[in-house]
């Protein structure tokens, strides 16, 4: 996809140990939904003695993102429907090799840094669904509603 837009969606799958991309998605539609938690892990055992008021404090939860957006190749000029690069399933391809390879060396999901305008944040995809909304008479899809969900830390750039 191409970005036309001021503020793309943009998803890198990183080298490991580095900031360098291996592979890189663009979407030039900006987020429908955009769900960012943190939280921490309280002990709330029973034992004797006095009990605090909230529990014990044990550990600071990661952050989990949970993303939601549109990709979409509808709106291409193509009057008869003879056009072969509207289908929205290259672009699907690239969005799960990016977020969704696995590094041979380590055997591990890769780090995936996802950005929109000042937003960054860098985690593991745990989830990517791809939804399948619009299609062509053919059949070939040409609309998608995709939700990534990762552990991720929120980073907010400036």
Same mark, same amino acid.
């Given at each position: ?6 503020? =793309? ?42 009990? =605090? ?25 193509? =009057?008869? @429907?003879? #056009? ?32 929109? @305008? ?7 995809? #745990? ?11 053919? @059949? #070939? =899809? ?17």
């Amino acid at each position: 996809m191409t970005s036309t837009q001021a503020n =793309p969606i943009i998803v890198r799958g990183l080298e490991p140990g580095t900031t360098k991309a291996i592979s890189t998605f663009v979407c030039e539609s900006g987020p429908d939904c955009i769900d960012f938690k943190k939280g921490a892990d309280f002990d709330h055992d029973l034992a004797q003695g006095p009990r =605090p008021a909230f529990g014990r404090f044990k550990a600071a939860l990661p952050g989990s993102l949970r993303l939601v957006f549109m990709m979409d190749r509808s709106t291409l000029p193509d =009057p008869v @429907g003879t #056009r072969q690069d509207d289908d929205i399933t290259k672009d699907v391809q690239l969005l799960r090799k990016t977020a969704l390879d696995v590094d041979p060396r380590l055997r591990q999901p890769l780090v995936v840094r996802v950005a929109w @305008g000042q937003y960054v944040w860098t985690g593991r995809v #745990r989830d990517l669904q791809v939804q399948y909304v619009l299609f062509r008479p053919d @059949g #070939r =899809p040409l609309r998608a509603r995709v939700t990534l969900a990762m552990m991720a830390e929120e980073v907010i750039v400036t």
